[in-house]
């Protein structure tokens, strides 16, 4: 096959590259798009998940993720719904492949869908049930006891700071003014305090130790705070362990500002009333471990307090974060499942439509994928396939084209052959003929297809010689030279009866053809074996005439002069007997010439001289000559009869013959006459002669040779007359036929009628 038919379906990509590029680029585009968006949507349910571990992020942040999540999957849901719209659509309008690609579909989102359910699903008991234990009373009642404790610890450390605080003022109320920096200083490394700072009752500073030393004005106490020290005498107060963010906390904690403060008062020195009070404020710091225990269970019970006022809250928005995060992986693993089934199925859908186009008869070039996937290359070999079929089915319809025309020409050939062709089976029955068979058998052969010759009225025993031949040259009984068999056969006119008007000679021949079929060719060969007979019968005629002729006349003139030289010399009886065989001689030798003289005319015919000729008025020119016969002469002529191409006195010498043959034929018959007629053919090229007669008709036996010389049922006649007739009418190139008039199935004359071709 050319190179060039082999790379149809790539030219045909080629052809269409633009377009396909185009889609292509857009298919690419969505899933680019949907891709994009699916991993928007794991970027913002990511932080979704992490904001919800957050307070202070999910706080800030929550609303927003929430919002953008919804609106990526309201997006990819609209996707979604699109593709399952066009896939609706195409599947409602019968599309091919539409069964295909939902089926398909469907599988693969099942495969994404039927799992994130599960999930789901245990995801969402497992939150709830979480939930609900995280606020169980054993929980909170822990939390409580955590936090008591804590406060406990706290309180003991305070009462017991706040007792050696009472110690040591008692101990600072002897001690004046001036040297209660030193006793500061003792009592500061005592207790183990950060800070220790002696106030006056009017809120001054009177001296420090620790921290307090190096600041310029260290926070007075309030008036509030002085007023409950000198109702209790002592004040102790917890501080640095408010609640805050865990870095205030923890700084805190580093800078020693967790500390527990206790404020006694001092008495006065002296015993007297005028004396002004002083107050000793001792700062402890609190041990870290216990600060950060105290604050822990602080925030833990607090945070489980709110949480479990906004218990619903919470389960809800943890039940929507799941639900929110299923929606966004079961819509972009459908959609993707979609697209990416479209992707898959799309090589399998234009597999299926060109397998259904080549089966429906649509070799018409086929689209083939141009990706390097194996699906792809099986589209590009479908369509180099189908190519290849279409360029096969190309040459087969060329070929059969030939074979038809070559048919066609056989056919025309069969048609327009003069020789008759008839296809036999091998049961004998006819399966074909031409019109050649039915012209030479005079029979509508057509009509009997499917019968075996035999079986045509007229046939019988053609056909039945027809059937030997073959048996005989199949069974090898002397087949002849070149595979084939050839015999002539006589077919008889049988008195009218038969489909010939007179017997035909056939020459017929057989051969075997494909499939036990059988050849017969067969060809009237009557004019040819006629014609053969008449030149035999010509030069027996002329050497009979050349051989006969010479001795009659002497014969002739021995006769007379044995007659002259015995006149008077013989007696009266042998006298008669002398002149009476004399008479004898001369007369048989002057019948001898004339028929001498016929041979010789037979055989020496003269050219026929051809001229437009008016038969009409021949007719009518001859029929003045029948005036007084005793048989009378009557004519029918036609006025439509053109001139015709005719010698003018070989058709008088025709007519003249015939018309004496109707004579001699119709003898003795009363009232009988003679009838010539004149008519038109139906295609106007030939003008029909015919001479009627109401004599007894034809013989069987003339009917078979009536051309031939010699043949004749006249006791007197030479038998040369229609011989000379169908040497003339050959010479006219014309026909004559003879028959027998029928009526109610018996004779009731003959009819001789001559074929003339019309002048131009």
């Not at 310029?216 to 008036?223: A, G, H, K, T, W």
């Not at 013959?657 to 009838?675: C, S, T, Y």
């Amino acid at each position: 096959m050319p190179e060039a038919a082999r790379n149809g379906p790539d030219s045909t990509t080629d052809r269409l590259e633009p377009p396909r590029r185009g889609r292509q680029a857009t298919r690419w585009a969505v899933v680019a798009g949907l891709v994009f968006m699916a991993g928007v949507a794991m970027v913002l349910l990511f932080l979704l998940t992490v904001a919800t571990g957050n307070s202070e992020l999910y706080e800030a942040n929550f609303g927003w993720l929430v919002t953008v999540n919804v609106a990526v999957a309201t997006l990819l849901g609209l996707g979604l719904l699109w593709l399952v719209f066009k896939l609706a659509l195409r599947f409602r309008k019968g599309k091919f492949g539409s069964r295909l690609l939902v089926k398909l579909a469907a599988i693969i989102g099942l495969v994404g869908v039927l799992p994130g359910l599960l999930i789901y699903t245990v995801s969402y008991q497992f939150v709830s049930r979480s939930i609900e234990s995280w606020f169980d009373v054993r929980v909170e009642s822990a939390l409580t006891a955590g936090l008591n404790l804590g406060r406990t610890a706290l309180d003991t450390l305070a009462a017991d700071v706040s007792g050696k605080t009472r110690v040591a003022a008692e101990g600072l109320a002897r001690v004046s003014d001036a040297q209660a920096v030193l006793a500061l200083e003792r009592i500061r490394e005592q207790l183990g305090a950060s800070d220790l700072v002696l106030w006056s009752g009017s809120g001054q500073a009177l001296g420090s130790s620790g921290l307090s030393r190096f600041q310029l004005s260290p926070q007075r106490p309030s008036q509030a705070q002085l007023r409950q020290v000198r109702q209790s005498r002592v004040m102790a107060q917890i501080e640095g362990l408010e609640e805050g963010n865990d870095g205030e906390m923890q700084a805190m904690i580093a800078t020693g500002q967790s500390r527990v403060t206790v404020m006694a008062l001092v008495s006065a020195p002296g015993l007297g009333l005028s004396a002004e009070p002083r107050f000793l404020q001792v700062s402890v710091p609190l041990p870290a471990a216990l600060v950060e225990d105290a604050l822990a269970v602080q925030v833990a019970n607090r945070e489980y307090q709110e949480r479990a006022l906004a218990r619903e809250g919470l389960r809800r928005m943890y039940i929507g974060t799941l639900t929110l995060a299923l929606f966004l992986a079961v819509f972009g693993a459908v959609l993707l499942a979609v697209v990416l089934g479209n992707q898959l199925v799309r090589p399998l859908l234009v597999l299926a439509e060109g397998m259904r186009e080549v089966a429906a008869g649509n070799l018409a070039p086929k689209p083939a994928l141009t990706s390097r996937d194996e699906l792809a290359a099986l589209t590009r070999t479908f369509a180099r396939m189908t190519q290849d079929l279409a360029d096969a089915r190309l040459a087969v319809q060329r070929s059969m084209t030939e074979v038809d025309a070559a048919r066609d020409n056989l056919q025309t050939i069969l048609d327009n052959l003069t020789a008759g062709v008839v296809v036999l089976d091998e049961d004998g029955r006819m399966v074909s003929v031409n019109p050649g068979s039915t012209r030479i058998l005079r029979r509508p052969l057509a009509g009997y297809l499917g019968q075996p010759l035999s079986a045509v009225p007229g046939l019988e025993a053609f056909g039945q010689g027809i059937q030997e031949q073959f048996e005989r040259f199949l069974a090898d009984q002397g087949p002849q030279e070149g595979g084939y068999w050839q015999q002539s056969f006589e077919l008889d006119g049988n008195a009218g009866s038969g489909p010939f008007d007179q017997g035909i000679t056939l020459i017929a021949r057989g051969a075997l053809l494909p499939k036990r079929e059988r050849l017969l060719v067969f060809d009237d060969v009557s004019d040819m074996v006629s014609a053969q007979r008449a030149q035999a019968w010509g030069e027996v005629a002329r050497r009979l005439a050349h051989e006969i002729k010479n001795p009659l006349t002497p014969i002739q003139l021995s006769a007379e002069r044995l007659a002259m030289k015995l006149a008077g010399k013989v007696s009266g009886p042998e006298q008669a007997v002398l002149d009476k065989s004399v008479r004898t001689i001369v007369d048989q030798v002057e019948a001898m010439k004339r028929l001498v003289n016929e041979f010789r005319d037979y055989a020496r015919l003269p050219a026929a001289q051809l001229a437009p000729l008016d038969l009409n008025a021949l007719l009518r020119d001859i029929l003045g000559l029948y005036e007084n016969a005793s048989t009378p002469v009557r004519c029918e002529l036609s006025d439509q009869c053109p001139p015709v191409l005719a010698d003018a006195q070989q058709v008088r010498q025709i007519l003249h013959n015939l018309i004496q043959n109707a004579q001699d034929a119709m003898a003795g018959v009363p009232g009988a006459e003679v009838l010539l007629l004149t008519r038109p053919s139906e295609n106007g090229r030939r003008v029909r002669l015919s001479v009627i007669d109401q004599g007894p008709g034809f013989s069987d036996a003339i009917l078979k040779r009536a051309f031939e010389p010699y043949v004749t049922s006249k006791p007197k006649g030479t038998g040369l007359g229609l011989a000379v007739v169908k040497k003339i009418m050959d010479e006219h190139g014309g026909r004559v036929d003879i028959t027998n008039r029928l009526m109610d199935g018996r004779v009731t004359g003959a009819q001789v009628s001559l074929s003339f071709t019309v002048a131009n």
